[in-house]
């Protein structure tokens, strides 16, 4: 059945396409998509008609949806219901033709859980601008891939998928990406803080408030050829937001958009919920919410960041990290080693964890280390131990509700459907 319906929404999304014709741009990569998805749109919103795949919607049945457009809400709350899909269907075949102010660009991150999956996705929904941001040493969802290169080759099918008149946007900054140019004719954009980049990022800070505690957002330069783009965001940390304002930029660029409108376009750039935002926390604390997902790549920017941050004590709150097969042990191991050159007191959720918790021990107090089965039970002790002053990291794999965590020491919970990822009927209906 699930065969049939991917089927007839292929063909659905193919029929729409062919009618509107759209630019499409894809995204891929084992860290920083959604990122660059929400970039890239901000960038293009500022002068063209943009759609963006929204959450994670980045398989054979949420990119078909994305471009039918208008399910992103009733997804989360009714996807895994057969009246949804009954709807969708009979929605669509009475839509056919009718739309009206379709998108003149669609914004497609395209997910990779097995070989295959990006092959089909490109040659489904051809893109005119490829977007790769990053593979890292051991990358997320590499548990049904034989290896890293494995998995790279495969995010490389997208870049392989363009044309001469296309355009691929690469990581500098990642050579695996880099090197994913040779497969393509098409022209090649590179991004990053290399300073070979064509789209270069320079000048990364963190501003803090009035009183030099707290952080508010951060500050850096966006550089091509002779124009100079000041850019600053608030409210998020780390240089995963930098990287993705370079690759919404590269794609303004491509897209043959001017300086001034890039600019404008980034001011609108807010980052996604969980990736790195900074919210108040209970006890005049502050959260580092980073818990929408983890990798080894990612958990260890994350945590550098939480390292230089101005903090009475650094609180690093880590969930499993899944999905990562036979690297899984020694990863967890190398966060632990990070953990103790980064955090003060360390929480670890989940049973891999325990391997993070044992690796820190010799670098941080035993006492200052704890292991929790549940992000529930993390979450109370927590609360429990933070005060004024504390800089609180969480982060996790999806799979580990980390955002539960979050709710229980935010300042304001009341506000957890706004700021926290996660917060649909659907998500909070699971155990």
């Not at 049945?61 to 471009?67: K, R």
């Not at 500050?219 to 370079?246: E, M, N, T, Y």
């Amino acid at each position: 059945m699930k065969q049939i319906l991917k089927f007839i929404l292929k063909i659905l999304a193919r029929q729409v396409i062919s009618h509107y014709h759209p630019i499409v741009v894809g995204i891929t990569g084992s860290v920083g998509k959604t990122s660059a998805k929400e970039a890239v749109a901000a960038v293009l919103g500022s002068r063209l008609r943009v759609r963006a795949n929204a959450g994670n919607l980045n398989n054979e049945f949420g990119v078909p949806l994305s471009i039918l457009g208008g399910y992103d809400e009733q997804y989360y709350e009714y996807g895994g219901t057969p009246l949804f899909w009954l709807g969708v269907l009979g929605r669509e075949l009475f839509r056919l033709g009718r739309r009206q102010n379709y998108p003149a660009v669609l914004i497609l991150e395209f997910g990779a859980n097995r070989p295959g999956d990006i092959a089909k996705l490109a040659a489904d929904y051809k893109p005119k601008i490829g977007v790769v941001t990053g593979i890292g040493t051991v990358p997320v969802h590499i548990e049904f891939f034989e290896s890293v290169e494995a998995l790279t080759e495969e995010k490389a099918k997208l870049i392989a998928a363009l044309e001469y008149e296309s355009t691929a946007i690469l990581n500098a900054d990642d050579p695996a990406v880099l090197a994913m140019g040779e497969k393509t004719p098409a022209r090649k954009i590179s991004y990053g803080f290399s300073p070979t980049a064509d789209v270069r990022v320079s000048d990364l800070k963190v501003v803090l408030d009035e009183s030099g505690l707290k952080p508010e957002s951060i500050r850096f330069v966006i550089k091509h050829g002779d124009f100079s783009l000041p850019v600053k965001i608030a409210g998020v940390l780390g240089p995963a937001h930098a990287l993705a304002a370079a690759a919404g930029a590269a794609v303004g660029w491509a897209m043959g958009l001017n300086p001034a409108d890039i600019s404008r376009g980034l001011e609108n750039y807010q980052g996604a919920p969980g990736r790195m935002k900074i919210l108040a926390g209970v006890h005049d604390s502050i959260i580092i919410d980073d818990s929408y997902n983890s990798s080894p790549a990612s958990a260890a920017v994350a945590l550098e960041t939480l390292k230089i941050m101005p903090a009475k004590r650094r609180v690093a709150v880590l969930g499993d990290m899944l999905e990562l097969g036979q690297f899984s042990a020694a990863a967890h191991e190398a966060v632990g080693r990070q953990a103790a050159l980064s955090a003060d007191v360390l929480v670890c959720v989940g049973d891999k964890s325990r391997l993070t918790a044992e690796a820190t021990k010799g670098g941080l107090n035993t006492a200052n280390i704890y292991t929790f089965a549940n992000a529930v039970s993390a979450g109370e002790k927590v609360r429990e131990l933070i005060g004024a002053g504390d800089i609180i990291l969480v982060k996790g794999s999806q799979g580990m509700r980390m955002e539960r965590i979050v709710r229980t020491v935010m300042a304001g919970p009341e506000r957890a459907r706004e700021l926290l990822v996660r917060q649909s009927k659907q998500w909070l209906a699971k155990a």
